[in-house]
């Protein structure tokens, strides 16, 4: 396995780790995110719905059967990244793992793009 199918799956697997944790925490913790998307103004009824498409996210990415359902998953956490990160630090709140899964949905995405041509030509 080349150096770049290493790398890819370790950003893969960090990215789809933490979008995972984070939908379980707004499954299992309602009443806490609900309070953390109330200090961050933001509607309280799509936590459910946001939960429920990571979990789909982290799917498409991992499966990879439509290449443009694939691309609107790393599109969805890319925003969802970016958008997180700076709700959190307008809010003073600590960034944490918002922003640090940014960079691994870029590697993940750019190389992933390398791997199934690798993949294809095989």
Same mark, same amino acid.
């Given at each position: 396995?080349?150096?770049?199918?290493?790398?890819?799956?370790?950003?893969?697997?960090?990215?789809?780790?933490?979008?995972?944790?984070?939908?379980?925490?707004?499954?299992?913790?309602?009443?806490?995110?609900?309070?953390? !998307?109330?200090? /961050?103004?933001?509607?309280?009824?799509?936590?459910?719905? /946001?939960?429920?498409?990571?979990?789909?996210?982290?799917?498409?990415?991992?499966?990879?059967?439509?290449?443009?359902?694939?691309?609107?998953?790393?599109?969805?956490? !890319?925003?969802?990244?970016? /958008?997180?990160?700076?709700?959190?630090?307008?809010?003073?709140?600590?960034?944490?793992?918002?922003?640090?899964?940014?960079?691994? +949905?870029?590697?993940?995405? !750019?190389?992933?793009?390398?791997?199934?041509? +690798?993949?294809?030509?095989?």
């Amino acid at each position: 396995m080349s150096i770049k199918k290493i790398i890819y799956w370790i950003a893969t697997l960090g990215v789809c780790g933490i979008f995972l944790f984070s939908a379980a925490m707004y499954f299992t913790k309602y009443d806490m995110v609900k309070s953390f !998307f109330e200090a /961050l103004n933001h509607p309280t009824y799509i936590v459910y719905p /946001l939960a429920t498409l990571k979990v789909f996210g982290v799917i498409m990415i991992l499966l990879r059967k439509s290449s443009w359902l694939t691309e609107w998953a790393y599109a969805g956490f !890319f925003f969802n990244a970016v /958008l997180a990160s700076a709700a959190h630090y307008n809010a003073g709140h600590e960034i944490g793992l918002s922003f640090i899964v940014i960079p691994l +949905i870029l590697i993940s995405y !750019f190389l992933g793009k390398s791997a199934r041509l +690798i993949k294809v030509n095989n």
